[in-house]
């Protein structure tokens, strides 16, 4: 499956997303990494916490290194122009994630709604975050 120019992200959220292995995040991003057309992607997870505007923009943060993650992704599923990925992880494991993109790419629709599932220790859906951006192109298996 090949990925072109994928980014996504969550924005701040007030309540970190508890991961797997005792990480949380305050954001996510999700970025595609490699040669035009790859089938990685580079996961960010944001610690910080944030004061927040009356806007609900993030102001005042702490400053610790977000953590960089490196997954392959896999097309599980197709069904009325979504697509469901799976995160895969290297030796370290990571967190288990799917990732929901929302649809396709259609003509000239080249922004992308996604939903990113995330798992707990035992297989069940411990949360669901929206996520949104852009692609550079559609999705293909």
């Keep these: 499956m090949k990925i072109k120019h994928l980014r996504l992200e969550t924005g701040y ?3 970190p ?7 949380a995040a305050h954001q996510i991003q999700i970025v595609t990494i ?7 992607v580079r996961l960010s997870l944001d610690p910080n916490r ?3 505007d009356s806007f ?12 960089q993650l490196e997954a392959d992704v896999e ?11 799976a995160l895969k992880f290297g030796g370290s494991g990571g967190p288990a994630l799917r990732l929901a993109l929302l649809p396709l790419c259609g003509q000239g629709n080249q922004a992308i709604v996604a939903r990113l599932l995330i798992f707990g ?5 411990k949360a669901i975050v929206p996520m949104q951006g852009w ?3 559609c999705v293909v298996a």
Excluded at 34 to 40: F, I, V
Excluded at 75 to 85: A, M, P
């Design 135 to 137: 692609s550079a192109g």
């Design 50 to 52: 944030c004061s927040i």
């Design 17 to 23: 997303i508890p991961l797997q292995g005792g990480l």
């Design 34 to 40: 490699g040669e035009q057309g790859a089938s990685r």
């Design 56 to 67: 609900g923009e993030p102001k005042a943060c702490t400053r610790m290194a977000s953590l």
């Design 121 to 125: 220790e035992s297989g069940e859906i």
């Design 75 to 85: 097309l599980l599923e197709t069904c009325d122009e979504k697509q469901l990925l």
């Design 13 to 15: 959220l007030v309540e």
